[in-house]
């Protein structure tokens, strides 16, 4: 993997018996949409809504399955502000949260309030 992979369900899709979205999800569309920056940083992956993902757990492993979810390259720097989760050698993020603060110590971008 050459640059950091950025997995998220789609903005809308069929659950429930409604049509639906992620709230997470849509915390990291808007923090790309206001510092459209950062989308030249990440390959972007959407995923499915059905379990399990394969795209993620093929890198990260079986339970790991959580969109959205940052997966960091080898060479890619990290935030010292951040806790990155491991999985078969793979720095990840799986929280809007945590992607945001990543974001933020790397790139400059404000701090998630209450994050």
């Not at 990440?42 to 997966?71: E, K």
């Not at 990290?78 to 806790?83: G, H, L």
Request: net charge neutral; proline share 10%.
């Amino acid at each position: 993997m050459s640059r950091d992979t950025l997995f998220l369900l789609p903005p809308g899709f069929a659950a429930n018996g409604q049509r639906e979205f992620c709230p997470e999800c849509a915390e990291i569309w808007g923090l790309l949409a206001w510092y459209p920056a950062l989308k030249e940083t990440v390959d972007v992956v959407y995923v499915g809504l059905d379990h399990p993902r394969t795209p993620i757990v093929s890198l990260l492993g079986p339970g790991r399955h959580n969109a959205p979810t940052l997966v960091l390259a080898a060479d890619s720097p990290r935030a010292a502000n951040v806790t990155y989760n491991q999985a078969n050698g793979y720095d990840f993020l799986p929280s809007a949260r945590l992607i945001a603060r990543h974001f933020a110590g790397l790139y400059g971008t404000p701090m998630p309030r209450g994050g």
